[in-house]
């Protein structure tokens, strides 16, 4: 049994909450990155956003390999592969790209 001292989230003493301490060993990002070229989105999903990144950024992936250079604009964290892979899919239809272009408005406002 984990003590309540080690549950408890330190803040100021007005404010301090108890979470239980779970340990998550993978964490699951959708994310979209913006062409710097042309202006084209690109969404994907992986474990290891770092090198993910890294990847496409490098022209590791025939995807964005074009598009280069790539800024992330944007991710997602989920607890499931399930969650991520069906946020993906919506994030790559018509309405999850309304969605990331009214999410991010005052940045595509500021770059268009």
């Known amino acids: 049994m984990v003590s309540r001292e080690a549950r408890t989230l330190r803040a100021p003493k007005q404010l ?3 979470l239980p301490l779970v ?3 993978d964490v699951h990002y959708v994310y979209t990155l913006r062409s ?3 202006g084209n989105l690109y969404t994907g999903y992986t474990t290891d956003l770092r090198q993910r990144v890294a990847d496409h950024t490098a022209g590791k992936a025939p995807s964005t ?3 280069r250079p790539l800024q992330l604009i944007y991710y ?3 607890l499931l592969s399930s ?3 069906a946020r993906e899919i919506f994030l790559k239809s018509g309405s999850g790209k309304r969605y990331i ?3 991010l408005r005052h940045y595509f406002s500021s770059v268009e």
């Open 16 to 18: 301090a909450t108890t």
């Open 23 to 25: 340990r998550y060993p």
């Open 36 to 38: 710097l070229k042309d």
């Open 65 to 67: 390999r074009n598009g």
């Open 76 to 78: 997602e964290a989920y």
């Open 83 to 85: 969650d991520a892979k």
């Open 101 to 103: 272009r009214k999410q």
